[in-house]
């Protein structure tokens, strides 16, 4: 009889055991938010090639390289509708500066300016899961979105061009990624565009 009931419970455990990880490999998460950074983003690489060309052809007498992100911080939204497909918002910023020499009209001569340049990125994307385990999911996403960019010159005499800003397309695609833990987890990213060639951080997902 006591063999019978250790049999038994034994039996309840392991099944109890058995469906919840059903259920847990069964759990679709519907929101995400996470938190990252990204190294060398296309905006950076743009303006640091732009700058550096513009500095060749003119000797350095009338463009310098100045400043530059390396990395760029970056957050976002996905809503998934099942364990593989969700699309989402991504929101991005960045910010390099350029050196220019320019003629003082006032006083007759050339003095060098900084240029400071601000990126604003705003983005869809679509992500979709290659493998999807309950605690880690190889992944590749893809988004497109427009980036406004401002430059600043406080020293200039014309008021309308102390500020000025103009928009433009902007992609990105990765084709691999992956990402490791449950509700939260860490992630890292492979591709090029707005995110930058490794783009890495933290998602919560509920």
Known sequence: MKRLFFI???????????????KNEAAEYHH????????????????????????I?????AVQPDR??????????????????????????????????HLDTIRNEWEWRVHNRYFYTVAMDVNWNYMCKPICQLY???GMGVTLVQFSDNKA????????QFPFF????SPFGVR???????????????????????SVKF
Do not use: C
């Open 8 to 22: 038994l419970a034994f039996g309840s455990v392991m099944l109890g055991v058995q469906a919840q990880e059903v």
């Open 170 to 173: 902007n992609m990105h695609v």
């Open 68 to 101: 530059y992100w390396i990395l760029t911080p970056s957050v976002g939204y996905r809503y998934w509708f099942n364990k593989r497909i969700g699309i989402g918002v991504h929101f991005a910023f960045d910010k390099n500066s350029v050196r220019a020499n």
């Open 57 to 61: 052809f003119t000797l350095g007498y």
């Open 180 to 202: 490791v833990g449950r509700d939260i987890a860490g992630f890292a990213e492979f591709g090029w565009g707005y995110k930058g060639f490794i783009n890495a951080g933290i």
């Open 32 to 55: 995400e938010f996470y938190a990252s950074v990204g190294l060398l983003n296309d905006v950076q690489v743009f303006s640091m090639t732009s700058d550096l060309l513009g500095a």
């Open 140 to 142: 590749g996403n893809a």
């Open 157 to 164: 005499t014309d008021p309308d061009a102390r500020l000025k």
